[in-house]
Every structure is written in structure tokens, then in C-alpha cells.
């Protein structure tokens, strides 16, 4: 009996868990994080993507990106947001 094996699949899988045990050890960013860093905002944008299932492993940075852009686009929160 021949085992068939989906390689790109398992390589995918240990990329994901790979992934997620790097970010869960870590303090997940706050909103300041986001200002500062907006490299940070591509990859969390990425992480907390509804397809991903990085999200529900990093909820808590997931809600700080929300939060930051949900003030970002409120037009009399940028100097809130900016921290001054």
C-alpha cells in the first residue's frame, strides 16, 4: 500500500505553526506600536486577515490594530491618536 503524502501542504502547515509560535511569544503591539512602526501595521494587517488563522492565536494584537484604525480614520482623533 503506497502512502500518498501532500508535501506543498505539510510545508505550508509547519510554515503556519512555525509562524504562530513565533508571534504568540511575543507582547503582541499596542496602538502606539502601530504609529511608530508602519511596517508593523503591514504584517499585523496580514496576521489579523479574517482568512488567517494567526488572529485567533494573537486576539489581543488583533484589537489593537482594529482600534488604531478605526481611530485613524475618524478625522477629530489624530491628535488623540498621534499621543499628544
Request: aromatic letters at 8%; one cysteine or more; hydrophobic letters at 40%.
Amino acid at each position: 500500500m503506497k502512502s500518498i503524502v501532500n508535501y506543498p501542504a505539510a510545508w505550508k502547515l509547519a510554515a503556519m505553526l512555525i509562524c504562530a509560535a513565533t508571534l504568540s511569544g511575543c507582547e503582541p503591539p499596542t496602538r502606539a506600536d502601530f504609529i511608530k512602526y508602519p511596517s508593523l501595521r503591514q504584517k499585523w494587517s496580514m496576521t489579523c486577515d479574517a482568512r488567517s488563522h494567526l488572529a485567533e492565536i494573537n486576539v489581543k494584537g488583533c484589537d489593537n490594530l482594529r482600534q488604531w484604525q478605526s481611530a485613524n480614520q475618524q478625522p477629530g482623533l489624530m491628535n488623540q491618536n498621534l499621543g499628544k
